[in-house]
T-cell receptor, first 114, second 109 residues
């Protein structure tokens, strides 16, 4: 069964450093998303991406965040200058055309900012 | 009022019991509704979509009440493997997805 994959599974970084989280969505999916989940809190929407551009972003997704689809398979989330409060689990998700609302999540990257 | 509200639980139920969770949403423009399941420190996994007519998948039944703006999930004959957190998800459209905090279920032998 096709699945969304994410790397790395755990990333530790120092405050102020840039991080790039990587995702490979399911191959025939066209809609891509990033979410975060701070430990013990709810899953929060960050951004959705379709047709090589951001279609929606939340108030969390400020200028420190950016997304990119650098090639035909990867979808990345960059945090330019990490803060302690960016520590969270970051989930990538994807969905296919016609089933946009049924999103399939990757296993997540645990980001720890020290 | 929160966009999506759930009782965080935990709900501790014996094996074989029937358990029901509710979720309320505040935005009447919401269009699509889902239940996801999340195991500890894992990703959310789609459990089922929720339709106004109600839908059933094995031991799981989901209902939507648009007038009262709530959705429900019923689990019959609970199994130990049902222990997880059940997330209510409400979409305005695919771009605006809101998760509830989740309801934790613990099925006890």
């Amino acid at each position: 069964e096709p699945e969304v994959t994410q790397t790395p599974s755990h990333q530790v970084t120092q405050m102020g450093q840039e991080v790039i989280l990587r995702c490979v969505p399911i191959s025939n999916h066209l809609y891509f998303y990033w979410y975060r989940q701070i430990l013990g809190q709810k899953v929060e929407f960050l951004v959705s991406f379709y047709n090589n551009e951001i279609s929606e972003k939340s108030e969390i997704f400020d200028d420190q965040f950016s997304v990119e689809r650098p090639d035909g398979s990867n979808f990345t989330l960059k945090i330019r200058s990490t803060k302690l409060e960016d520590s969270a689990m970051y989930f990538c998700a994807s969905s296919e055309e016609g089933q946009e609302n049924e999103q399939y999540f990757g296993p997540g990257t645990r980001l720890t900012v020290t | 009022r929160k966009e999506v509200e759930q009782d965080p639980g935990p709900f501790n139920v014996p094996e074989g019991a029937t358990v029901a969770f509710n979720c309320t949403y505040s935005n009447s423009a919401s269009q699509s509704f889902f239940w996801y399941r999340q195991d500890c420190r894992k990703e959310p996994k789609l459990l089922m979509s929720v339709y106004s007519s109600g839908n059933e998948d094995g031991r799981f039944t989901a209902q939507l009440n648009r007038a009262s703006q709530y959705i429900s999930l019923l689990i019959r004959d609970s199994k130990l493997s049902d222990s997880a957190t059940y997330l209510c998800v409400v979409n305005r459209d695919y771009q605006k997805v809101t998760f509830g905090i989740g309801t934790k279920l613990q099925v006890i032998p």
